[in-house]
C-alpha cells in the first residue's frame, strides 16, 4: 500500500506517465535519477513517520534535494516530449 506521503513521480506528474515509462525504460541517466528520487522520498517518508530519525536539517536537506531531482526529471521529461512532436 502506498503511503500518502510519498510523492511517486507519476502520480505527481500524471500527464506524463507515458513519456517517463518510456524513459525509465530506455534512457540510463533518467533512470538513474529517477532511482536517487525515490530513494530520497523513501528516506523522507521514513523520517516523517518517524522511523527514522532526523534533525530538521537534515529533513530540510532532503526535501531539497527532492524538488532538484525532480525538476531535472521533468526537464528530461519535457526535452523528450518535445523531441518527439
Known sequence: MQSILNHPLV???PEHKE???ALKLGNAHFKHLL???HGVD???VRIETEVEP???ERTEQLKRRRVQLKDD???LIIK???AAR
Open 80 to 82: 523528450s516530449e518535445a
Open 11 to 13: 502520480v505527481d506528474l
Open 35 to 37: 532511482d536517487q528520487y
Open 42 to 44: 523513501e528516506e523522507i
Open 54 to 56: 532526523a534533525s530538521d
Open 73 to 75: 526529471l521533468l526537464s
Open 19 to 21: 513519456t517517463i515509462h
